[in-house]
Structure formats: structure tokens, C-alpha cells
Nanobody, 122 residues
Framework: QEQLVESGGGAVQTADSLRLSCAASTRSGYTMAWFRQAPGKEREFVAT????????STADSVKGRFTISRDNAKNTVYLQMNSLKPEETAVYYC?????????????????WGQGTQVTVSS
């Protein structure tokens, strides 16, 4: 059973930056992703990265501002978030896919972390 632990969330101002981390408990090499969920809204895809790190996909709403990366030696995936906006206030979740290529669908991911809160104030 893979366990994922997110960290790095917090309260920031508009246009600030944060870097989220997601540490996996067992093996590296899974396709990983970040999703977010604001109160009263559905879970939303943010970014995904292949097991090797060679392939990534980012939601249009964050393209150019958010970057997903990974360090397989540390079993850790990162989400660098720049120029944050108040509407991006949400709980950010890390997810791992047991097998398969990058995907934007939450139902394709078998393992989920508990989430880390990101609050952006204006």
C-alpha cells in the first residue's frame, strides 16, 4: 500500500510562490499528479508527471506559473507554484498511479495523500 504525504502548503499573498512536496512511502517510478479542491467544488486536475519525469502535463489555468517535477532518488514529487491567485485557494492533493501513462483523470489514480491547504489572500 503506497502512502503519500504532502507538505509545503500555507497562507500566502497574491503573486507569492509556494513549493509543495509529496513524499511516497515505498517505490518511486509511479506516474504522479497534483489535484486541488476548493470548498464546494469538484476536484480539479493541476499537473501530472510520468515515472521517469520525461513527460508532464499541466492544466491550462496554471500553465506558465506551476511546474511539476520529481526526484526519484528521494521518492518525492514537487509542485512549484508561482504568481498564486486567490481563486487558487484549495486543498492540494498528491496522487499516484500504480501503472500507466500520465492522466488528468482522478479516477485513474489509486493512491492519494491527505492533502495540504493552500490559502491565497488578496
Amino acid at each position: 500500500q503506497e502512502q503519500l504525504v504532502e507538505s509545503g502548503g500555507g497562507a500566502v499573498q497574491t503573486a507569492d510562490s509556494l513549493r509543495l512536496s509529496c513524499a511516497a512511502s515505498t517505490r518511486s517510478g509511479y506516474t504522479m499528479a497534483w489535484f486541488r479542491q476548493a470548498p464546494g467544488k469538484e476536484r480539479e486536475f493541476v499537473a501530472t508527471i510520468s515515472g521517469s519525469g520525461r513527460f508532464t502535463s499541466t492544466a491550462d489555468s496554471v500553465k506558465g506559473r506551476f511546474t511539476i517535477s520529481r526526484d526519484n532518488a528521494k521518492n518525492t514529487v514537487y509542485l512549484q507554484m508561482n504568481s498564486l491567485k486567490p481563486e487558487e485557494t484549495a486543498v492540494y492533493y498528491c496522487a499516484a498511479r500504480g501503472s500507466g501513462l500520465v492522466s488528468r483523470k482522478p479516477e485513474d489514480y489509486a493512491y492519494w495523500g491527505q492533502g495540504t491547504q493552500v490559502t491565497v489572500s488578496s
